[in-house]
């Protein structure tokens, strides 16, 4: 097995060369810029908090029911807590794009840093907190509306309340970004996937689309796909991905 030095020579020489790269990315993209993931030592998921309810429940359409006075206001701290800088990674996805070197990017994250660093093409297989609408008639709602509002906000349409297009625990990934996340994928002839362990399905089946020998995967610790990646590289992202453009 090649040392990291050399594979990073390996993979940099790649992604000069290529002209149709696809990124896929989870929640390590974003940790740099102080949002912190869901399954590592410091996520969501093992911080001790003084909320009632474990963090998976807040994420599921059952506290969206439940209690919508609680989810919308959990939604706009969310949306706060995202104000953030983009990171490395961020930063550097949205230059290739900008040279052309790169067609798409695909996100788990709701966080919405890759568009404010300036990535034009990106589809959210997990939704967003920033789009604000009503599900009952398709109303779009100013976020700065909504975010200058307490408790449940009711749609000016229709009256029903509205949500963060963000997909819950518990609800159908949205079909028209996994659809073109598929079609983006089997059509590049770079694959890089970085920041996801990778253990989240459906949206780790969206490896399965690839056919290529390109496959770059990226990541802090190793992931299951670890084996089936044509180049691995284990770090910070937000490092590595800028370095890769040196």
Not at 17 to 28: C, D, I, K, L, T
Not at 32 to 52: C, E, M, V, W
Not at 144 to 151: H, L, P, R, T, V
Request: aromatic share 10%.
């Amino acid at each position: 097995m090649k040392g990291k030095e050399s594979a990073i020579e390996d993979v940099k020489a790649i992604i000069k060369e290529s002209q149709n790269m696809v990124f896929f990315g989870g929640a390590g993209v974003s940790t740099a810029s102080g949002i912190p993931d869901f399954r590592s030592p410091n996520g969501l998921y093992h911080q001790k908090t003084n909320r009632p309810y474990p963090p998976e429940y807040y994420f599921s359409h059952e506290f969206c029911m439940d209690d919508p006075d609680g989810f919308a206001d959990f939604t706009r701290e969310c949306y706060q807590s995202y104000q953030v800088p983009p990171s490395g990674a961020h930063l550097q996805l949205a230059k290739w794009e900008k040279e052309g070197k790169l067609s798409a990017v695909i996100t788990q994250n709701i966080d919405g840093l890759h568009q404010r660093a300036g990535s034009r093409k990106v589809y959210e297989v997990h939704g967003n907190m920033h789009d604000i609408y009503c599900p009952h008639c398709g109303h779009q709602v100013p976020t700065k509306d909504f975010m200058a509002g307490k408790g449940r906000y009711p749609c000016p349409r229709c009256g029903h309340n509205v949500r963060a297009a963000v997909t819950l625990y518990g609800e159908a990934l949205p079909q028209v970004a996994f659809s073109q996340a598929i079609e983006a994928i089997a059509s590049c002839d770079t694959f890089i996937v970085g920041g996801t362990s990778l253990v989240v399905y459906p949206a780790a089946g969206l490896l399965n689309y690839y056919r290529g020998d390109r496959m770059i995967l990226i990541n802090r610790e190793a992931t299951p796909a670890d084996s089936r990646a044509d180049y691995v590289l284990h770090g910070d992202i937000s490092e590595i991905l800028p370095a890769l453009a040196d």
